[in-house]
């Protein structure tokens, strides 16, 4: 048997991840590969899995039976255990854990675990495989799942020795959870699971290439300390990696130090409160125009944890023309990826941030009075509005807002894709990281339901509210089964405007109106509230402007059942400002036949 404490010759010992037994002697006694697997859930803290149960996977499902801290979740789909494995881990900073079984079972994760490695998710996937003898046979229910999900994992282990199980889960977590976050895949053979073998949890990891790096050279940050000093129009570009490395506190700190204004992208919308004076909104293709104007004239850009993603930078070559760019990221290979770091910084966000502080409180910085004036006036002059359609319909955005001030900023909200997802991002209240659930890089339809699920489950005395489009829903509603079933009581507004509605919205501005299969010709079929009171929950519908209060009231009055909330809204309404694909960011409208005025002689 594999000695898994030691290290191998040149490559130094990592320490056991947080919740693990480091440093404790190891004990040993002959027990399956299945409950080793139990044992190592249970010794890293594991406390929910969403999975589904199935003939490679099977044999772990007996001792996770009996198990006193795992609770296992019964999903109605593996895409939703995915989902709900990242959901949970988006509003609890813990690794969220999904399991299933060979082939199908383990194929059908595939879209979150692309999902997690775009947004950097910490999830760990355990897979049941087939028979070690039948591998590369086509045996039946055998999909090589290591290699199709290499390109999207951290790490994948192919386990074939019960004696590595401990080794797998305890790396597995560790890995998930330590520098750039994301997903990892436990791929565990049958006769592996079947096996006897001694249990022994490693004290130390043998992890050779490993090494993330979280504190940033301090050469680095003295150079970004300087040329902040001397920026007259500098602004703080922050991502999702500021809301990972919980770095929100220190962020306001330096803001506040310096005061340069923030703008905060789709990830990252949260880790700085909205109510702030200096926080000039979300960038990117249906961003604000003050974050839009905000990143085209300053002369600095301190990107924060944010990968300068084509959604925000639009056409590249034209993106922030007069700015030096300083760089923080705890992934190298994100720095200079699109644009090219004047200082890149290798680190976390937190510690980036904490030594910037130190070196600030020294400087004597520029006034930034014309510049933050300059851009408050654009964000007073082009705010992000909306018309009331003429026909007395719902107006989506009046919906979500209206669902934001009722509910307030402490509950948890997850978007699906679409056009709802950016009114979501809009018009809800933000003031807290960790609160908004989405799918960023991936734009993952059907995410919504099964991740407010995930999130119910890790915050179950917080109210989380699913803000879903009536195409999304219908991807992946079978987990309000699940939720009805174990108890989540979620709240999910399904925004109907029978539609496919951001393909709508294109094909309305590019394709001259030719709808081509973007109607879903719902007119209550299926009927969501009905479907919704089939699936063992509360079926509510709002159809004018003066049953949306009531029917939202009604919905955050009931906590013993997961509630739908059906709004039947406008077909015709539009996400703006909108950058199109392949311009540049100035070439921005606020409306179809509108753009905003710079008026840069103000600067």
Known sequence: MKDLQEARPGHPAVPAPPGAAAGANPTVEPITGSQALVRSLEEVGARNVFGIPGGAILPAYDPLFDSKTVRHILVRHEQGAGHAAEGYAVATGEVGVCMATSGPGATNLVTPLADAHMDSVPMVAITGQVHSNLIGTDGFQEADICGITLPITKHNFLVRDPSEIAHAIASAFHIASTGRPGPVLVDITKDALQASTDFVWPTHLDLPGYRPVSKPHGKQVREAAKLIAAATRPVFYVGGGVVKSGAAAQLRKLVELTGIPVITTLMARGAFPDSHDLHMGMPGMHGSVSAVGALQRSDLLISLGARFDDRVTGQLDSFAPGAKVIHVDIDPAEISKNRTADVPIVGDCKDAIEELIGRLQEQELHPLDPWVSYLKELRRRYPTGYDLPEDGSLSPQQ???????????????????????????????????????????????????????????????????????????????????????????????????????????????????????????????????????????????????????????????????????????????????????????????????????WDEEEL
């Open 399 to 597: 919906v979500i807002k209206r669902i934001g001030e009722l509910t307030g900023p402490d509950a948890y909200y997850a978007a699906g894709v679409g056009q709802h997802q950016m009114w979501a991002a809009h018009f809800l209240p933000f003031e807290h990281p960790s609160h908004w659930l989405n799918s960023g890089g991936a734009g993952t339809m059907g995410y919504c339901v099964p991740a407010a699920m995930g999130a119910k489950v890790g915050r179950p005395d917080s109210v989380v509210w699913g803000i879903d489009g009536d195409g999304c829903f219908q991807m992946t509603n079978q987990e309000l089964v699940t939720c009805a079933v174990e108890g989540i009581p979620v709240k999910i507004a399904v925004i109907n405007n029978q539609s496919l509605g951001m393909v709508r919205q294109w094909q309305t501005l590019f394709y001259e109106g030719r709808y081509s299969n973007t109607d879903l010709k719902t007119n209550r079929v299926p009927d969501f509230p009905k479907l919704a009171e089939a699936m063992g929950c509360v079926g509510l519908r709002a159809e004018t402007v003066d049953q949306v209060d009531p029917v939202i009231e009604q919905a955050l009055s009931i906590n013993d059942r997961p509630v739908v909330v059906e709004f039947s809204v406008n077909k015709d309404a539009m996400v703006w400002p909108m950058v199109a694909a392949g311009t540049g960011n100035d070439e921005i409208k606020i409306a179809r036949d509108m753009a905003p005025v």
